[in-house]
């Protein structure tokens, strides 16, 4: 049976770090869906194409098209004993489309549970390196010399998506959008949560064993 962990939380939780980590030790496809319409539009593919009149055009791409991009993508035989998504479903409908579509797979979520004001300091905290892309943050990682990078020396700079103002904006669209999708995994018995405000170790450590289904 296939198995499928989905991996839920704000913005600044951590998900994309520790989906890297998990994927590794349950030997599951990491699939990110901002790689996939990355991969696809640089690519030029048919679905590619076609998510790119929707952009081009100003409107969303609709979710029958993601989900399409999304099964392109699993049905490679690397995803034939299932995957990890990161970034997807962000709406009930997109969970209810991805249901759909799974065939009885074994679906196990976890939902990354971190504060407004945690996220918010983790964002807005960080700095970018623009030379080599290495992040620093200004409580948890500052840089040896202000303004410059550890790895190469590099100018660092705060990426406009990292302003307050753009991030309690994202979380608001979070709030309204995305949250409610902790809630349609929950009808169906198989949500987890995992306190991510803890040290990142102890995160992927209480992942891990939510991932196993040694906790809920």
Do not use: W
Not at 38 to 62: C, Q, W, Y
Not at 77 to 102: E, H, I, K, N, S
Not at 142 to 152: E, F, L, T
């Amino acid at each position: 049976m296939q198995s499928v962990l989905i991996l839920l939380g704000p913005p600044g939780a951590g998900k994309g770090t520790q989906a890297v980590r998990l994927s590794s030790a349950l030997s599951l496809p990491h699939v990110s869906t901002g790689d996939l319409f990355r991969e696809n539009l640089k690519l030029g593919t048919p679905l590619g194409e076609k998510a790119r009149g929707f952009m081009d055009a100003g409107r969303l791409v609709p979710d029958e098209l993601v989900i399409d991009m999304l099964f392109d993508r699993v049905g490679r035989a690397d995803c034939r004993g299932g995957f990890l998504l990161d970034g997807f479903p962000r709406t009930v409908a997109q969970a209810a489309a991805l249901d759909a579509r799974l065939n009885g797979a074994q679906v196990r979520a976890i939902n990354l549970s971190v504060a407004d004001a945690a996220v918010v300091e983790r964002l807005t905290g960080r700095h970018t390196c623009r030379a080599c892309g290495n992040v620093h943050h200004e409580r948890f990682s500052p840089p040896a010399k202000a303004g410059v990078c550890d790895r190469c020396g590099g100018a660092l700079y705060q990426r406009p998506d990292d302003s307050r103002d753009v991030v309690e904006k994202r979380l608001a669209v979070y709030r309204e959008q995305t949250k409610p999708v902790e809630a349609h995994y929950r009808s169906r018995g198989v949500l987890s949560e995992v306190d991510g405000a803890r040290k990142p170790d102890d995160v992927y450590t209480a992942l891990l064993r939510a991932a196993r289904g040694e906790v809920r």
